[in-house]
């Protein structure tokens, strides 16, 4: 077994602190993005067809507080909120667009990197569905912000690609920790086969150590909803996964 001191998700690390405002359909004008010491900095133009975040980390709370909950979103194209209308800062490395309507309607902004709080660009607990990179405008994933685009069908990670988000995956084993930050008070469990491996004991799941990047997935065979991580998971409740992980698909 392996132990690692370093607490980190690397594909919701900051990325940058600029904000891109658009309007989509429906959209009263475009939001300017203000100055200040609030992640808010460095507005410019950017278009939908820019979108480069294939996950986010949505926080009901500003400045990314872990006082309130948060849920996490991944896949390709448009995707719902599982609890809309929450959103007051969101962490995500690359650009993404957020909908005030269901299936990417209603009003519109597109960001790029972590928003502090939202409520600076009118967009407070606004945020009903969200727009990733890749597939069309529809989306063709809109359940819940589950991630079909792999599924079953290419078993969660086989031949090392996230066939949800188009990210390479390199972990080839994970322990599942029964207790937060890496503990073990109930023992854990290990995932070591290559693709998609199923968990026998969800409910026993409130961590993850493991090296490089894997995917989680809150039903058997790599089914349900969805999030790509990278590095070591000392809390699944903050990304909303807690004791819910029933799979997950490592490199190979």
Do not use: H
Request: glycine share 16%; charged share 15%.
């Amino acid at each position: 077994m392996f132990r690692k001191q370093a607490m980190f998700l690397a594909a919701f690390v900051a990325a940058g602190a600029a904000v891109l405002s658009a309007c989509g359909a429906g959209s009263n004008g475009a939001a300017t993005a203000p100055t200040g010491a609030d992640n808010l900095r460095g507005a410019a133009a950017a278009s939908a067809g820019a979108l480069t975040a294939t996950s986010a980390i949505l926080f009901d709370d500003a400045a990314f507080s872990d006082n309130g909950a948060s849920q996490g979103i991944s896949g390709k194209g448009c995707q719902p909120v599982a609890r809309p209308q929450v959103t007051s800062s969101l962490t995500a490395t690359g650009t993404l667009k957020l909908w005030s309507g269901k299936n990417c309607t209603g009003k519109s902004i597109v960001v790029n990197g972590n928003v502090s709080n939202l409520a600076k660009l009118g967009f407070d607990n606004k945020v009903v569905s969200v727009k990733l990179a890749g597939a069309d405008d529809n989306g063709g994933n809109n359940n819940g912000g589950v991630d079909n685009g792999g599924g079953k069908g290419n078993n969660g990670g086989n031949n090392g690609n996230n066939n949800g988000g188009d990210v390479t995956l390199t972990t080839t084993f994970a322990l599942l920790d029964s207790g937060k930050n890496l503990s073990e008070p109930d023992g854990s469990q290990v995932a070591s086969m290559p693709g998609c491996n199923d968990i026998r004991t969800p409910e026993l799941v409130r961590s993850i150590d493991a090296d490089g990047t894997y995917k989680i997935w809150t039903g058997p065979q790599c089914s349900g909803r969805s999030m790509v991580i990278t590095g070591d998971t000392p809390d699944l409740e903050k990304i909303g996964f807690d004791r819910q992980v029933a799979s997950i698909g490592l490199a190979g």
